[in-house]
């Protein structure tokens, strides 16, 4: 009986394996880095979303990312118990038994209190940081940007030692999405102080598209705001972008290893639909250089 047991769990792991075996990883896997996943808009509790979620655990098994940053509406529409396991618990079960912590941002449809939510690791702040080898992540709430948080944001851009900083939040300083487009105000507060503070990279949500902007001022953004959510067809131009994607749900594989990011976006379906590197960007002063 148990050698019966074992064959067919082998028989169900096998098709799976062979899977994991099979897929296109574009990132270097060095020794060390920092690998993480990104996603966006993705609390829908919908068959897409699980679809996505499946495939990030594929690529877990090969690329062995240990975390998540999540880019706001994390949970859309109620915020009972049974939404938090529908829309979270449920479609990342296997990456959340594997160990993989989510960190998670706040967008505008997520209940406040999702803070206190112990599996998205905000620690009961609306904006907080966290380090993970020479990183270090600034995570903000985009929807309240009032001067409390603008001083905590200029304070700790200052004090950081980090090889690396990269900030997160939900709605994008830059965006070619016809739905929301750019969010200008937001742009005027945070934009020169990622500027004099050495901001590497931005990552938001929100437009329910994937973009990869132009970088400007030598940061480089990026929106991933499909996850769960999608709009199709909603780039109302290609001004200042360098890789667009409206068509599927999407997820985002991130490897930071010495002066190199390295990055590779994959679709609902297992496609590679951008991937690529940038440089470490070394400031002085209020000016930027890439390097």
Do not use: C
Not at 16 to 29: E, I, K, S
């Amino acid at each position: 009986m148990r050698l019966r047991t074992h064959l067919l769990i082998v028989g169900l792991l096998l098709p799976w394996l062979a899977l994991a075996q099979d897929l296109d990883v574009r990132l270097p896997l060095e020794s060390k880095s920092v690998r993480f996943a990104v996603i966006g808009d993705s609390g829908t509790g919908e068959r897409a979303q699980y679809e996505v979620a499946e495939k990030m655990e594929l690529y877990r098994q090969k690329v062995n990312f240990d975390f998540v940053i999540m880019l706001g509406d994390n949970i859309y529409g109620g915020h009972r118990p049974h939404d938090f396991k529908k829309k979270f618990e449920l479609p990342y079960h296997a990456l959340l038994d594997a160990g993989v912590k989510f960190y998670a941002s706040l967008g505008n449809h997520d209940d406040p209190d999702e803070r206190l939510y112990k599996p998205f690791n905000m620690g009961g702040q609306r904006y907080y940081t966290f380090n993970k080898g020479d990183v270090q992540f600034f995570v903000l709430d985009s929807n309240y940007m009032d001067p409390s948080q603008l001083s905590w944001v200029e304070e700790s851009l200052q004090k950081s030692k980090a090889k690396w900083k990269i900030a997160y939040f939900h709605h994008p300083l830059y965006s070619n999405g016809r739905s929301h487009g750019p969010d200008l105000d937001l742009r005027s507060r945070l934009g020169p102080l990622f500027r004099e503070y050495g901001v590497n990279v931005v990552f938001s949500g929100h437009e329910h598209v994937y973009e990869r902007v132009r970088p400007e001022d030598s940061i480089h953004y990026f929106i991933l705001g499909n996850s769960g959510k999608l709009m199709t067809h909603d780039f109302r131009s290609s001004e200042g972008m360098e890789k667009g994607f409206d068509t599927d749900q999407s997820f985002m594989l991130v490897e930071i290893a010495a002066d190199k990011l390295h990055f590779q976006t994959i679709s609902r379906r297992g496609n590679t639909i951008d991937s690529g590197s940038v440089d470490r960007q070394i400031y002085s002063s209020s000016t930027s250089t890439t390097r």
